[in-house]
């Protein structure tokens, strides 16, 4: 298996464009999570889908901030307007059963720089 | 106040030396998560664990509900040990995720 896939790799826009990241959780898996890492806060879960519904969004830090699951191979997080202080690592990491006490894989992260 | 407490930020070891990171946290877990992650960036879970103690390799990962403790001790440490090692723990529910700000390793040859 190819492991979590995430696109871009890297990604560098001016402020109050919109961006999309992309990811492809491992094939089986049941639960996806997006994950902020920056660093003054470390790292930070943004939001998280169990069988493609959204489970707690809490983390997600303004409405400028989405995500969808339209399906179980592919997530997006959206940013619009992106702002400078939204540069990081984003992760995003699949889990093969719900709940939080399974073993999560990480994909490789975007980094995003917001000029 | 952070649910997670990890210590020491920082650590650098001669190789071979036996290693302790410590995670302390301050709410009811399903599940403590030690997790890696390498200056290239790429994060691995290195354990999953709710009791006990688990092992795989040099690394060892021990876990103390009552006292809400855990430590990763690593024997015979490697440059290639270093790393940023960090502590998650999903609450009760499994839904909230908490993690430490992440212990950082160097060690040297």
């Known amino acids: 298996d190819a492991g979590v896939i995430q696109s871009p790799r890297h990604e560098v826009t001016e402020m109050g464009q919109e961006v999309t990241l992309r990811c492809k959780p491992i094939s089986g898996h049941n639960s996806l999570f997006w994950y902020r890492q920056t660093m003054m806060r470390g790292l930070e879960l943004l939001i998280y889908f169990n069988n493609n519904v959204p489970i707690d969004d809490s983390g997600m830090p303004e409405d400028r901030f989405s995500a969808k699951m339209p399906n179980a191979s592919f997530s997006t997080l959206k940013i619009q307007p992106s702002e400078p202080r939204d540069s990081a690592v984003y992760f995003c990491a699949s889990s093969p059963n719900t709940g939080g006490y399974n073993e999560q894989f990480f994909g490789p992260g975007t980094r995003l720089t917001v000029l | 106040k952070n649910e997670v407490e990890q210590s020491p930020q920082n650590l650098t070891a001669q190789e071979g030396e036996f290693i302790t990171i410590n995670c302390s946290y301050s709410?009811?877990?399903?599940?403590l998560h030690w997790l890696q992650q390498h200056p290239g960036g790429g994060i691995v879970s290195l354990f999953m664990l709710s009791s006990g103690k688990k092992k795989h390799g040099r690394l060892i990962a021990t876990i103390n509900i009552q006292e809400k403790h855990s430590s990763l001790h690593i024997t015979a440490s490697h440059p290639r040990d270093s790393a940023v090692y960090i502590c998650?723990?999903?609450?009760?529910?499994?839904?909230?995720?908490?993690f430490g700000t992440g212990t950082s390793l160097t060690v040297i040859p």
């Open positions: 709410v009811g877990i399903s599940a």
């Open positions: 998650a723990v999903s609450d009760n529910t499994g839904n909230q995720f908490y």
